[in-house]
């Protein structure tokens, strides 16, 4: 069956680096686009990174370009968010997506 398994979060200080793992099993990962998401209490999961299985093109939310970098590794079935100078509204869940699947998610907090 399908898994998504993150991990990585934590809590830090505002300035901060955090880097989350996506790992997959189950489906054939190096056919797939990856994502992450993410979901602040209150608000709607939106989308914060993608990046495609062909040429590794990215994609990212305005709110965090030039801060996190997405990559992936088909060889370890593993996709990854490097998030640096965080700030406490880049606190939220965050969720590793595959066609459609999600992992369980990890908690990220930014905070002095």
């Known amino acids: 069956q399908v898994q998504l398994v993150e991990s990585g979060g934590g809590l830090v200080q505002p300035g901060g680096s955090l880097r989350l793992s996506c790992a997959a099993a189950?489906?054939?990962?190096?056919?797939?686009?990856m994502s992450w998401f993410r979901q602040a209490p209150g608000k709607e999961r939106e989308l914060v990174a993608r990046?495609?299985?062909?040429?590794?093109?990215?994609t990212y939310a305005d709110s965090v370009k030039g801060r996190f970098t997405i990559s992936r590794d088909n060889a370890k079935n593993t996709v990854y968010l490097q998030m640096n100078s965080l700030k406490p509204e880049d606190t939220a869940v965050y969720y590793c997506?595959?066609?459609?699947?999600w992992g369980q998610g990890t908690q990220v907090t930014v905070s002095s």
């Open positions: 189950g489906f054939t990962f190096s056919g797939y686009v």
């Open positions: 997506h595959a066609a459609n699947y």
């Open positions: 990046i495609t299985h062909t040429r590794g093109t990215t």
